[in-house]
């Protein structure tokens, strides 16, 4: 069975930084590309950031690109988001996500399958 768990949320002033982990198990986490996603009081979930299972590749939605970093470390089958120079429309619940495929080489196809609980950010003004 898989399992994510999320870790690292918390409340951090506007302009701060926060790290997010996501250690998995369960899965072969070197064969998959991982995303996280967030979702604010009132609001969908949205894409944040992708890597693909190698590392190589990443890709980021524009609200957040210049500010985020993802990152993976396969030999602690873990996945980072260094968020920086927070702002208060970053708050919300930060999900990591495992995508269905392994070995997909097109990143944006990312087709989350399993998903963590979740870690909340919350960043004020």
């Known amino acids: 069975q898989v399992q994510l768990v999320e870790s690292g949320g918390g409340l951090v002033q506007s302009g701060g930084s926060l790290r997010l982990s996501c250690a998995v198990s369960g899965r072969t986490f070197s064969r998959y590309n991982m995303g996280w996603f967030r979702q604010a009081p009132g609001k969908e979930r949205e894409f944040v950031a992708v890597i693909s299972w190698s590392g190589r590749t990443t890709n980021y939605a524009d609200s957040v690109k210049g500010r985020f970093i993802i990152s993976r470390d396969n030999a602690k089958d873990t996945v980072y988001l260094q968020m920086n120079s927070l702002k208060p429309e970053d708050t919300a619940v930060y999900y990591c996500?495992?995508?269905?495929?392994?070995?997909?080489?097109?990143?944006?196809?990312?087709?989350?399958?399993?998903w963590g609980k979740g870690t909340l950010v919350t960043v004020s003004s």
């Open positions: 996500a495992v995508d269905s495929h392994p070995y997909r080489t097109v990143i944006r196809d990312f087709g989350a399958d399993t």
